[in-house]
């Protein structure tokens, strides 16, 4: 395999990652025990967004990007994908900030919703307003 198609993967991965971070919280509520990947998750992308933190997946994509004869870039995956399509401008301190708290309150959000319809389901054993069920 290509040290560029492995560079490529790298990126494919990265999106993936990214999405999942900011989306995944939604998935949780369709299957709970995500929430075991999601939060690590969750934390770690709201870490390098206030840290301005470099993922370890981009000087990795640069290296096979070189090893393929390709020029790496400086910055991070976000910088280099996703801020042209998403600010034009360019990333600052204060919207690292904001993306980190978008993560944050959203995920707070759908955890909070879990948390909340996991204490007010019955427990198993139980029926209806918390009264004991018998076996036929």
């Known amino acids: 395999m290509s040290y560029r198609l492995l560079a490529d993967a790298v ?3 990265h999106l993936l ?3 999942f971070v900011v989306l995944g919280g939604s998935l949780v509520l369709l299957w709970p025990r995500l ?9 770690w992308g709201a870490f ?8 370890p997946l981009t000087p990795l994509e640069n290296a096979w990007r070189q090893a393929a004869g390709e020029a790496g870039y400086a910055g991070s995956f976000i910088e280099h994908y996703l801020l042209p399509i998403i600010y034009p401008v360019g990333l600052t301190r204060d919207i690292q900030f904001v993306l980190a708290a978008v993560v944050i309150v959203v995920n707070l959000g759908i955890y909070g919703w879990l948390l909340y319809r996991w204490r007010r389901s019955p427990a198993v054993g139980e029926g ?6 018998t076996a036929p």
Request: hydrophobic share 60%; aromatic share 4%; net charge neutral.
């Open 35 to 43: 929430a075991v990947l999601h939060l690590p998750a969750a934390c």
């Open 48 to 55: 390098i967004e206030i840290s301005a933190g470099m993922c």
């Open 11 to 13: 990126v494919l991965a």
């Open 128 to 133: 209806v307003g918390g009264q004991k069920t």
């Open 17 to 19: 990652f990214i999405v």
